[in-house]
């Protein structure tokens, strides 16, 4: 299904189709434009188990990224749409470009995805068509995911409030003798609780963040990135606190940022299935 094409990479000067920070990876060739299951097909071929994720035109720009991009962007048959895939050892990138009255979805290999961390925002113009183009409007501030019903949305001019239900078959187990075990065994479960806590934010992230368009300025994958969101993830200590209690709490505060514009952003799990992501203006 790849093969290599040298007309997809117009990357500086005529010849260099490669650089140090983005690399020509192959392509896909469609004599009509793709359709949604054919698309999606090609990206899992190449993409196996990871994630792609949609990249913003108003977020933080990687460099490796751009050095693809810039060039893309600036011809006439611009990039209908962008997407990056972070769980592999080099990124990979895919861009889907208009070509004749088909298309072709190009992928780059990234060196990384090394944009320096900045500050979380929120975008001061949000149009719902856009925002939250994946969900149908059920009532006055109310939505549901046109693919999800259990991830809904409720917004006001106050508070944004996602949620997602899934009962959990095996329901978190909270141990209220924690604080009687040694300093070992506390570890090891200490270590157990920061891992399910890292998974139920990689869950709330694709729910809420991944799908939704243009609300933050931090691209989906940054997110995921300890030197972007160490100082808003729960730490050991205030976990670990919660442990020492011995009373499993109605939810865990998974995420908790301020964001420039004021706004506080939370993410929170019951760690038995239900999960929710408030962003409450000043």
Known sequence: MMAAVAFAAPMGKAG???????????????????????MFAVLDSVGGTGTWMEWDVNGVRDPSVMDALDPLLKQKNKPEMVWVLSERAKPLMAVLLPKGSGE????????ALDAKPVPLSMNKVLTPDVVFRDYK??????????????LKISANEKRIRFTYSKPDDTPLRFDPDYAKKDFIEKRSELRDYMDFLRYEYSLMLRAFVQS?????????????????????????KELEAILVRGIKPDMFTVFKMKAQGGELIEMRTSGNGFSEMTITTP
């Open 16 to 38: 260099k189709t490669a650089s140090l920070k983005a690399k020509l990876y192959g392509a896909v060739d469609s004599k009509a434009k793709f359709s949604g299951e054919r």
């Open 104 to 111: 072709v979805i190009v992928f780059y290999e990234l060196s």
């Open 137 to 150: 409007q059920v009532g006055e501030g109310e939505f549901v995911h046109l693919d999800k019903p259990s």
């Open 212 to 236: 939704t368009r243009g609300m933050f300025n931090w691209q989906p994958w940054h997110w995921y990135m300890g030197e972007w969101n160490s100082k808003a993830f729960i730490s050991e």
